[in-house]
């Protein structure tokens, strides 16, 4: 079944089912009072195949790209060599983080037959699908069914999330342990686990975030942890038998890896594993550059990264709401305790990005379900309006886009989706934005559930065909060049790269690449090569002291570019070698 298909006929399914339930649920729950276990409940179901019609569909759509082939590049070395503790890419130490996503990465290649897009994407596929999990498991401690599946839509479809969470980036997995972290902790704590398994838990997925990226882990478990003990009077807990366990299993957890690593490289390397990208949000150091992000970065996260679910975070402002939180106060003070304490590490650094701070976007998303849940409950003039913004915002956009989008692809004009698509895009988008016109302005529990559904629906909807089709149309079509590239090269040929080459050169290509690292090729390094690759920025050709022929141009950007930042040439030595004079003003190759 084509991917368009799969997404249409699980909605048509789910929608159904999602709607007509929620007249018949009650408006408050608790988990701990639920007459059945929360993982046969059928909204953590709906939650699931909801969330896997959003990021399965079109998975392998783009080409690898960003950072996704780094990470590639490093599992298939491991794979060749058997060195599954030191990262290296063209046997080369590779210090920017701990291994954890390359052994997911390559476990996947060995279940798919090979490190395919789908080898490289699973394992952040399978954090977005154990990230909306927890957050049903967690918000299911103080809320009811409708308030946990509206939480867990919430992180589904977030902007930044829609466009992370079916990467092989590294933000869905490091986002997904985190969140196992932070709320496992926490919801053991509410369901009154002994606190040897609650601190053993978090720390044991705490030490999985660290070896997947680093330094932001212990940062982000122990940080919220100790400062919520702290804050609500309960320090002596940090003195137990408990937090102790759970401390030593963080570090021998990390140990595991880490002990075996520095054998190996040695300290300095162990110390620089954790460092090296830190260093580097710290490049840019002009005071100029330290106000811009202290004063873009909150609104980008709050209106870019979590819209169009952020609007409800307004209705904290309002001390009736407050006041109506009862039972679920203890987790709302510390979901907003874990935020405060993260913050600074990604307000701080002048160059860090905002998908930084996704891995404690689960702790919005369930501050969001809270605070729908309450704004239901309460009835408030002020936060009724919020509700009423969201439906009428999105009934409007919902029209817009159908309309735009199909015009759009019947006209043809730019990276438009294809014509087909297009209309059956604004054919779906026309039926949510029908059924959102259903909904009432008033916030009841089942319209605000039907609601989020139908929001949730239309996000998704709106990524996987207008927003992908024109990323793939933008997108440079490597795969493409690099077969025609081969095609040119004898079947017995050898390249070997005059300096590090770029990771999706090396994806893509498939086969080890010997290097010859030396800050200036020389006529002597060309002895006994024939084909060789080297890279080149923003359109500069080679300068190289030998004749050479040029037999492919190779783009490692993205999207395409008039001229290309960065290009992987691959030439020919023109034997017998002769050295050349080399002149800065000619284009020679």
Known sequence: MQPDRLFFTVFMTVYPMSVSSAEHTPAFSPGPEASQPWFRERELWVLLVLTLAIFLPRLTLLTIRGEESRRAVIAREMMDTGDWIVPRTQGVVRLSRPPLQNWM???SAYLTG????????????????????????????????NAALISGLAYASMLQVLEQGRTGETEPVFTAMITAALLLWHGGLLRHWRPEFFWTVGAAFGALAMLTKGLQAPIYFFGPTWAYFVLTGQWRQLLTRGHLLGVLTFGGIVAAWQIPFMMTM????????????????????????????????????LCGCLAPWSLFLLAYGQKSIREHMQSRKEMVWFLAIAIAVCFPSVWIPPEARPRYFMPLFPCFAVLI???????????LPATDRLWAVFVRAGRLVMF?????????????????PPMLEAVGYGILAAILAVAMRRVSLEPTMATV???????????????????????????????????????????????????????????????????????????SDAQG?????????????????????????????RNKH???EVQVIIGRVQHPLTAIAIDDSSDRR
């Not at 379900?369 to 009835?379: H, K, M, N």
């Open 369 to 379: 379900g809270v605070a729908i849940t309450l704004i239901s409950e309460a009835r």
């Open 105 to 107: 990465i390559a476990g």
């Open 562 to 564: 008039e001229v290309p």
């Open 449 to 523: 559930r039907r609601g989020s559904v139908l929001m949730t629906m239309f996000l998704g909807l709106t990524y996987v065909l207008p927003i992908l089709s024109n990323q793939a149309k933008r997108s440079e079509n490597l795969p493409a060049a690099m077969a025609d590239a081969q095609t040119k090269l004898p079947e017995d040929a050898e390249l070997v790269s005059f300096g590090h080459v770029h990771h999706l050169f090396l994806h893509y290509l498939g086969e080890p690449v010997k290097l010859i690292d030396v800050p200036e090729v020389s006529l």
């Open 400 to 416: 817009a886009a159908a309309i735009g989008i199909a015009a759009w692809g019947i006209i043809g004009i730019g990276a438009c």
């Open 529 to 557: 090569v024939d084909y060789f690759c080297i890279e080149s920025l923003h359109g500069e050709p080679p300068r190289l002291p030998f004749a050479w022929t040029e037999i492919a141009a190779l783009p490692m950007d």
């Open 266 to 301: 040695g300290l300095q390397n162990g110390w620089e594993i954790y460092f090296w990208n830190v260093k580097l949000r710290f490049h840019d150091n002009r005071t100029i550059t330290y106000i811009k992000h202290f004063l873009t970065y909150p609104p980008s996260v």
């Open 114 to 145: 090979g490190m395919s897009a789908w080898a490289v994407r699973l394992p952040g596929l399978f954090g977005t699908l154990m990230t909306v999990a927890v957050i049903y498991w967690y918000a299911r401690s103080r809320l009811d069914v």
